[in-house]
């Protein structure tokens, strides 16, 4: 009997769009932009979507100046991992609600981009252990699974089928990142760096955080050794994999 925690299979990468839906800046870059990294690098396209700003997320800076702050910030950090198009919807930091209303604006944003493959964060209660979540990204990510379907059903917020935008059944798996759920991974060894430079580029935001002696790398590094682990390979990146289809 092994106390170590069960192996990890690596994800599909036959696809070439990816959509990522997370609630705020810095979602993607704490452990989930390496990977992103590593699909770019495949010549994979990838798209970011911030439901919001993250205009809340620094203590001593008021949400209308935070606001820009972080957008800029989270461009740059996309930018390094290879993807080029980052789009902000604007909703207010820290108060998302699951329900109709966002499900609507997700629907819309995947109809538009009509991924293969739509990445969210981690929406459980947990991070695993006692660590709760945070409310945005459970509203966030349990409207993503939602939205996705909503999306390929032209019967629902069918308002929005107008000038070409047609619905998108061709999700065909939803990828929450960080789960503690996750039996799948991604090998990140090759762009490890590019995680840690891109979440660097948070920099205002770190350092409002105020942790003491808090160093991206080290952190990152912890995360993914452990990943790493379960993949045999250096370091990886977990993801919970919802298949979106039916029977397969
Ligand atoms: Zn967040």
């Excluded at 979507?49 to 950090?77: F, K, N, W, Y």
């Excluded at 604006?105 to 991924?115: G, Q, W, Y």
């Excluded at 935008?165 to 760096?193: I, K, M, N, Q, Y």
Aim: overall charge negative.
């Amino acid at each position: 009997m092994s106390d170590a925690p069960p192996s990890l299979s690596p994800l599909d990468e036959t696809w070439e769009r990816a959509l990522c839906i997370v609630a705020h800046p810095d979602d993607m870059e704490f452990g989930a932009a390496a990977a992103v990294a590593r699909w770019t690098g495949q010549g994979k396209q990838v798209v970011y979507c911030m439901v919001t700003s993250g205009e809340a997320g620094i203590d001593g800076l008021h949400p209308d100046e935070c606001r820009s702050v972080r957008e800029a910030e989270q461009v740059e950090s996309a930018r390094i991992v290879g993807v080029d198009e980052v789009e902000f919807l604007g909703l207010q930091d820290g108060v998302i609600e699951y329900g109709v209303a966002l499900r609507r604006v997700l629907a819309e944003v995947v109809r538009r981009h009509r991924p293969e493959i739509v990445v969210t964060g981690n929406f459980h209660d947990t991070f695993g252990g006692r660590n709760l979540n945070q409310a945005d990204h459970i509203a966030v990510g349990r409207a993503v699974l939602d939205a996705v379907r909503d999306a390929g059903n032209r019967w629902i917020f069918a308002e929005q089928l107008t000038d070409g935008l047609e619905p998108w059944g061709g999700v065909r798996e939803v990828w929450a990142a960080g789960s503690p759920l996750a039996e799948h991974g991604v090998d990140t060894t090759d762009t490890f760096e590019a995680g840690v430079d891109s979440l660097r580029a948070h920099g205002a935001y770190i350092d409002g955080l105020g942790w003491e002696n808090f160093d991206p790398a080290e952190m990152l590094e912890g995360f993914g050794r452990a990943t790493g682990t379960r993949m045999g390979v250096t370091f990886a990146a977990p993801f919970e994999v919802f298949p979106m289809g039916w029977g397969d």
